[in-house]
């Protein structure tokens, strides 16, 4: 669970800076629901906790943040992603290829995009990216 601790408003997008219930860790995550989609994550409210999945946006670099990758590939809407974790326990989604077979991986994290909020999954995820890589 997050908690929205506050929305950053732009001009067609917005940051959502949530809290982790179980780190206590903050994350800014981009949100383009608005423009890319149809605003489905226009429901949330600061204060409020949801169950958020955040896609990392980044490259495989070994200079990178270490994450433990969690199982097989899944489906989050049409997207394949591997649900990762961070040194602190908290979840995130990265694309893998399906032959990536190493526990552990490094990335280069630019941003995190929000993919689901909720069950509510983020209408590019379902549509536009039927595979990726």
């Known amino acids: 669970m997050y908690k929205l601790k506050e929305i950053k408003n732009y001009q067609v997008t917005r940051d959502l800076i949530f809290e982790s219930e179980n780190t206590g860790i903050t994350y800014t995550v981009f949100d383009d629901a608005d423009i890319t989609g149809t605003n489905q994550f226009s429901f949330v409210r600061k204060g409020k906790k949801y169950h958020c999945k955040f896609k990392i946006f ?4 070994q200079n990178g943040e270490k994450f433990t990758v969690e199982g097989k590939r899944e489906n989050i809407g ?9 040194k602190d326990g908290d979840e995130f989604y990265f694309h893998l290829s399906e032959d990536y077979n190493s526990k552990t991986v490094k990335i280069d994290v630019r941003r ?14 379902i549509e536009a990216f039927v595979e990726e890589g």
């Open 78 to 86: 049409h997207m394949k992603v591997n649900k990762l974790r961070n």
């Open 58 to 61: 980044g490259e495989i670099n």
């Open 112 to 125: 995190l995009d929000l993919i689901a909020v909720n069950d509510v999954i983020h209408d590019r995820s």
